[in-house]
């Protein structure tokens, strides 16, 4: 029974087979940012448009005023939502300055907010081909490809973009993320570390390395993370919910309820945050307090087959078969395998511990 809001990442069987899901990644701000009205210079931080950027400009090929006009008003659409006329003003930009990388940059980003990576990718790499050392455009590409599940070439470029700048932490921090997908933890957590050296409090390269760990069965190495995400990021739910489900997966339930209780009231919609305290609680044997939170889970989401699974093995726990049996049906009806709840719930009658009820 595994809550998880991510499919790319493996389910971790924690706690039982039945009760807890995978860890939850943070996947917040993996693109390079251009702030409107600025545009960002990849190398050296200059700002095009103002005077000390006019060099750097005219490098990039972008000494036409009118092009620089419309990139930094097409910048400033996209940021508003606006890309109809945000790819206008990048049309006209490139109209007057076909070799204007940044436009072909920015119109790639802009892409990518919409969901067209393919396009994406094609401009960021037009963008590389007029600047072969356009750092944040082989990010970027980085993350395009990784949308488009083409983690190999991802990788290739959150490469060359760390060869480009050895000390940009989030290129560190998008690779070990594919790593992670790719099921390969050992070198996830080798870039999530090298992240962490360059930016100490990077709390999501913590949590994400936890993560690593945790999949490694590194119980302890990943709690260490998941207090080091918290302290960083105390009011951050996300790191409170990873290790209450990894303190779970030690046996130490009452220590994983305080941890989902605390991702509750941080986000109070937390549904696999009351999915999985409600399992911890089966296993403290507070069948109430688990059925409360697994009525919580179904308020939020009425089609959530584990919840009404998770529901019927508390009736069952206590006596009221009625119950449990129409809590089954309606698990069974959602797609919850029929063989093995009728297992499960075989067990929990028998009076097995809750933890062999697989």
Do not use: W
């Not at 560190?172 to 390969?184: A, E, H, I, Q």
């Amino acid at each position: 029974m595994i809550y998880s809001l991510l499919s790319k990442t493996g389910a971790l069987g924690l706690f039982v087979a039945l009760a807890f899901g995978q860890v939850l990644i943070s996947r917040m701000s993996i693109r390079s940012k251009v702030d409107s009205p600025q545009v960002h210079a990849s190398d050296t931080g200059q700002v095009l448009g103002n005077a000390t950027g006019i060099p750097l400009l005219r490098k990039l090929g972008m000494g036409r005023p009118l092009a620089t006009a419309h990139l930094r008003r097409g910048i400033i659409f996209a940021k508003l939502g606006h890309f109809r006329e945000a790819f206008d003003d990048f049309d006209k930009a490139l109209h007057f300055d076909p070799n204007a990388a940044e436009v072909y940059y920015n119109r790639g980003r802009t892409f990518g907010q919409i969901g067209e990576y393919r396009m994406e990718v094609e401009d960021y790499s037009q963008a590389i081909r007029l600047y072969p050392d356009y750092v944040n455009a082989y990010l970027n590409r980085g993350v395009a490809f990784d949308a488009l599940h083409e983690p190999d070439k991802a990788i290739l470029d959150y490469d060359q973009t760390i060869l480009l700048d050895p000390t940009y932490a989030l290129a560190y921090y998008n690779r070990g993320l594919t790593f992670m997908d790719l099921k390969n933890h050992e070198k996830a957590i080798s870039s999530f570390s090298r992240a962490i050296e360059l930016d100490p409090g990077y709390a999501d390269a913590y949590n994400n390395r936890g993560i690593a760990h945790h999949n490694l069965k590194e119980h302890k190495a990943a709690i260490q993370d998941y207090d080091q995400a918290i302290t960083l990021r105390p009011k951050g739910s996300l790191a409170f919910y990873n290790r209450g489900i990894c303190l779970g997966d030690v046996g130490d339930y009452e220590g994983a309820v305080k941890d989902f209780d605390e991702a509750i009231r941080l986000s109070p919609t937390y549904k696999e945050a009351f999915g999985n305290r409600g399992h911890a609680n089966l296993h403290l044997d507070r069948y109430d307090q688990a059925i409360n939170d697994f009525n919580t889970v179904i308020e939020l989401d009425s089609q959530d087959q584990k919840a009404y699974a998770g529901r019927a093995l508390a009736h069952t726990r206590m006596g009221r078969d009625t119950e449990a049996a129409k809590d089954a049906e309606l698990a069974i009806r959602l797609g919850y395998d029929a063989a093995v709840l009728q297992r499960q719930l075989a067990s929990a009658k028998a009076g097995t511990p809750y933890r062999q009820c697989q």
